[in-house]
């Protein structure tokens, strides 16, 4: 997914570099069709990635659930055992350390799913959000040369009444 939207970003980046310059300027002219396609490409591939990781929080919580109900399992069985061997005082006394042991045992079990798994989605989100980060960077300095080294907010088009296009390209 990051090489797919480093590939585009990178499409973006020749599509500024290879344009046609605008005369006496460092602005260039860029094909708008062309370029919002290219930059309705670069969403559909975050929003996918986006996709992705919402869906890797989600499996995170399935995972957490399952290890959750495992451990109960364990328990209830542990707690089975523990009532049938009630009878005779040494094994119940067996019993009740075996399911403290039991049940340490399944905290420990899901303890560590827990911490694999927030590993895990804690390594794909900062690699999201780095590939994000990097978008961002890149949007803004494509932005920027664009607009002659004047830095937009997203939505922002006060100077676009300043843009003067040569003769040839006037209706």
Same mark, same amino acid.
């Given at each position: ?51 992705? =990781?919402? @869906? &890797?929080?989600?499996?995170? !919580?399935?995972?957490? %659930? +399952?290890?959750?109900? $495992?451990?109960? *399992? ?24 075996? =399911?403290? @042991? &039991?049940?340490?045992?399944? !905290?420990?079990?899901? %303890? +560590?799913?827990?911490? $694999?798994?927030? *590993? ?37 088009? +006060? ?13």
């Amino acid at each position: 997914m990051k090489d797919d939207v480093t590939s585009r970003l990178d499409a973006l980046r020749r599509a500024v570099d290879e344009a046609r310059s605008v005369p006496m300027s460092a602005s260039v002219m860029i094909n708008r069709s062309d370029f919002h396609a290219m930059l309705d490409d670069l969403e559909r591939v975050i929003d996918k990635t986006l996709s992705e =990781a919402t @869906e &890797v929080v989600g499996d995170r !919580a399935a995972v957490v %659930a +399952s290890g959750s109900e $495992e451990a109960e *399992e364990i328990l209830r069985q542990a707690r089975m055992q523990s009532e049938a061997l009630v009878s005779d005082t040494s094994v119940y006394q067996l019993a009740s350390e075996r =399911a403290v @042991e &039991v049940q340490q045992a399944a !905290a420990r079990e899901a %303890a +560590s799913l827990r911490a $694999e798994t927030d *590993e895990y989605v804690e390594g794909k989100l900062a690699n999201f959000e780095l590939t994000l980060e990097r978008t961002l960077e890149l949007v803004r300095k494509g932005r920027a040369q664009l607009s002659g080294g004047h830095s937009h907010r997203l939505g922002d088009d +006060s100077d676009v009444h300043d843009i003067v296009l040569p003769d040839h390209l006037e209706r």
